[in-house]
C-alpha cells in the first residue's frame, strides 16, 4: 500500500520539475525590460508573510539584455525596499529578461520574486563578487585557507526573508568557477548561489537554480527554514555543486525538490573539526521529503562530512534516488568529534545505485593540522526502513571507527535487487552494531536478523516548521 501511494507522489513530482525545466526557456523580456502584462496579472504564490510594498528592479535602472551589468542597480534597490521593514516589508520583482550581477546582500522583512521567464544571471567578472571572511565553524574556505567569495544572494542577521518566484530562474554561469579551480587558479573559495547566515525565518521556494559556481543552497546557523519546489541543475561532473545544505540550523522543512548534481543533493552539515566543535550548533529538526536526487558519483542525502556541531534529529522520507552513487550516506572520521543520531528514514525508492547503504568512518580531509585526534564522533540510532532499490551494485558498505563503533543501527522491510554483475561480498561491515528485519539480501553478522519482525522506529510526531500556515500573496 505505501509503495503504491508513494510512487503516485513521485510520479507527480517528477513531471512537475520537468514541467518547470521546459518552461524556464520562454518569455523573453521587452525593450524596456518592464514586465509585461502577463507576467504580471494576479501571479499568486505562498509564502511565510506578505508585503505592503512592490517594487521591480527596472525601477532602478536595471537592464535585462543578459550584457548590461545590473550589480549596482540589484543592491540600490534592496537599500531602498529594506527602509520599507518596519512599515510592512517590500518585495522587489524581477520580470522577463535576462539581469546580469554580480553578489548583492539581502534585507529583512524582504521578498526577492523571480518571474516566469526571468533568470538571474551571475557576473563572471570577479571584482563584482566582495571576499568575505570564512565561517567561524570552519576556520577557513572550503576550497582554500583563508576568506571566499561572497555568494551571488547572500544575507546575514535576517528576520523573515523570501527568495521565491512562479518558477524563475538564477544562472550562476558555473563552467567558468569550475575550469578555473581545477586548474587551481583560486586563492579563495567559490561562491554559493544563496548563502543565509545568522537568520531567522527563511523561505527558498519555486525557483530553478542552474550552474551554481559551487554549492547552491546554504543556510547556516539560521532557524525556522523551508526549501521547497526547487528545481537545480548542474553538470553530473561538475565540483561540489551540493543542491542543498542546511548547516547548523535548526527546524528546517525541505521538500519538493528535483535536484540533478555533481555532489550530494542535499548535505547536512554543521562544522569542520576543531572550528564545529567550538562553535557548537548542531543541525536538528530537519524533515526531508519527497525530494528527486540523481547524482551518479555522490550521494541523495549526505549526513557530513563536517558535522562537528552534530547532526540530530533527522527525517528522510518519500524520495527517489536514480542513478546515484549512494542513497543515505553517513560521512565522518577522527578528529571530526560531534554526533550523528536519531536518524530515521522510511519508503526511499533506488534505482541504478553503487550502494544503498554507506557509512564512511574515514572521510580523512581536515581544515588543517589542528584537529585533535581524540575527538571521536559518535554515531548512534540510525533507522531505515521500508525501502526498495534496483540495480544495485553492493547492497551495503558499513565502516565504523575501530573502538569507536557505529551503534543501534536499524534495517527493516528493505529489498534490493542486484544488477546483472554485482560484487560478491554485498554488505561489507566493519565497527558497526544493530539489527536488520525482513532485508533482501541478508545483511552482514554484525547486523543480524531478528527472530520476530520488527519495524524500525520514525517518529509520529512533527518538527515545528511543518505546521506553518504559509500565507496567499501576489505580485
Not at 578528529?335 to 528514514?345: E, L, N, P, S, T
Not at 557505529?406 to 534495517?411: A, M, N, P, V
Amino acid at each position: 500500500m505505501w509503495f503504491r501511494h508513494y510512487r503516485m507522489i513521485r510520479t507527480r513530482t517528477v513531471f512537475s520539475a520537468l514541467v518547470v525545466v521546459l518552461a524556464v526557456s520562454g518569455f523573453p523580456a521587452t525593450e524596456s525590460g518592464r514586465p509585461g502584462n502577463l507576467a504580471t496579472a494576479g501571479v499568486e504564490y505562498s509564502a511565510l508573510n506578505c508585503r505592503k510594498h512592490t517594487a521591480v528592479i527596472t525601477d532602478f535602472g536595471a537592464v535585462g539584455d543578459g550584457k548590461t551589468s545590473n550589480t549596482k542597480a540589484f543592491r540600490e534597490a534592496i537599500s531602498k525596499l529594506g527602509q520599507r521593514a518596519a512599515d510592512g516589508g517590500s518585495q522587489l520583482v524581477i520580470p522577463q529578461g535576462k539581469w546580469l550581477t554580480g553578489s548583492f546582500n539581502l534585507t529583512s522583512h524582504f521578498t526577492l520574486f523571480i518571474q516566469k521567464g526571468a533568470t538571474i544571471l551571475a557576473s563572471q567578472d570577479e571584482s563584482e563578487w566582495p571576499v568575505v571572511a570564512p565561517l567561524p565553524s570552519y576556520g577557513r574556505g572550503r576550497d582554500a585557507p583563508g576568506p571566499r567569495f561572497s555568494s551571488l544572494i547572500f544575507g546575514t542577521n535576517l528576520t523573515d526573508v523570501v527568495i521565491t518566484g512562479n518558477n524563475g530562474t538564477i544562472d550562476g554561469q558555473g563552467k567558468y568557477w569550475w575550469v578555473k579551480y581545477r586548474k587551481g587558479e583560486f586563492k579563495l573559495t567559490r561562491p554559493y548561489m544563496i548563502e543565509v547566515l545568522f537568520s531567522d525565518n527563511v523561505q527558498i521556494s519555486d525557483i530553478t537554480l542552474i550552474d551554481s559556481p559551487s554549492w547552491n543552497v546554504h543556510p547556516v546557523y539560521c532557524k525556522n527554514v523551508i526549501v521547497k519546489g526547487l528545481t537545480i541543475l548542474a553538470p553530473i561532473d561538475s565540483p561540489n555543486t551540493d543542491g542543498i545544505d542546511p548547516d547548523s540550523c535548526t527546524n528546517t522543512l525541505i521538500e519538493d525538490c528535483y535536484v540533478v548534481s555533481g555532489d550530494d543533493c542535499i548535505a547536512v552539515k554543521s562544522g569542520w573539526d576543531q572550528y564545529g566543535i567550538k562553535v557548537g550548533i548542531p543541525t536538528q529538526q530537519l524533515s526531508i521529503r519527497r525530494l528527486t536526487c540523481i547524482s551518479p558519483d555522490s550521494a541523495g542525502v549526505a549526513l557530513g562530512s563536517e558535522m562537528s556541531g552534530g547532526i540530530r534529529d533527522v527525517r528522510i522520507e518519500d524520495s527517489t534516488m536514480i542513478n546515484t552513487q549512494s542513497g543515505i550516506r553517513i560521512k565522518t572520521a577522527i578528529g571530526r568529534g560531534g554526533y550523528v543520531k536519531d536518524i530515521f528514514a522510511r519508503r526511499i525508492m533506488m534505482k541504478t545505485m553503487k550502494y544503498v547503504f554507506w557509512m564512511s568512518g574515514a572521510y580523512n580531509q581536515h581544515p588543517d593540522e589542528h584537529f585533535d585526534p581524540k575527538a571521536l564522533p559518535e554515531i548512534t540510532n540510525i533507522n531505515y526502513r521500508d525501502m526498495m532499490a534496483d540495480n544495485v551494485t553492493i547492497s551495503a558498505r558499513l565502516d565504523g571507527i575501530e573502538k569507536d563503533q557505529f551503534t543501534g543501527i536499524c534495517i527493516s522491510n528493505v529489498n534490493i535487487s542486484l544488477s546483472p554483475n554485482p560484487k560478491k561480498l554485498q554488505w561489507n561491515c566493519t565497527d558497526v552494531a544493530g539489527v536488520t528485519s525482513r532485508v533482501s539480501p541478508p545483511a552482514c553478522s554484525l547486523l543480524p536478523e531478528k527472530g520476530s519482525p520488527v519495524d524500525c522506529k520514525f517518529p509520529t510526531d512533527k518538527i515545528p516548521i511543518e505546521s506553518i500556515v504559509m500565507k496567499k500573496c501576489s505580485v
